[in-house]
């Protein structure tokens, strides 16, 4: 099996349980980790059986910026799921979210959610 990593893409996005974080946005910063059934890519060094991280970035985009989420966790698990039902040969995917604009009466760098979705 392989694994993948992007780290740190940023988008703009509107999530968040309040109405201001639905209505204003901010930015998210997201990690996915995805790996594969098998090392078919490491024989046949061809893109179907491998990781195309341009796709992932445009599906991960796609999900964050069109559509809103009220729960860290579901924007995250959306992510793995859709990620999934795209590529058949994914064993797992690992989607991490962070917000660093949260209602908290403290100092914080940010929140942080993480899911991980297996192939069934």
Do not use: C, W
Not at 58 to 83: P, Q, T
Request: proline content about 3%; glycine content about 4%.
């Amino acid at each position: 099996m392989a694994k993948v990593r992007i780290v740190n893409m940023m988008f703009y996005g509107f999530h968040g349980i309040y109405e201001y974080e639905r209505e204003q946005g901010q930015k998210f910063f997201i990690d996915v980790e995805v790996e594969t059934k098998d090392d078919t890519v490491a024989d046949s060094d061809e893109l179907k059986d491998g990781v195309d991280t341009a796709a992932i970035y445009d599906l991960v985009k796609d999900v964050v910026e069109n559509k809103r989420y009220n729960m860290l966790e579901a924007l995250s698990a959306h992510i793995g799921d859709k990620l999934l039902a795209k590529y058949p040969h994914f064993k797992s995917v690992k989607a991490r979210i962070r917000k660093p604009s949260v209602p908290i009466s403290g100092p914080i760098d940010y929140v942080e959610a993480e899911a991980v979705r297996y192939q069934k």
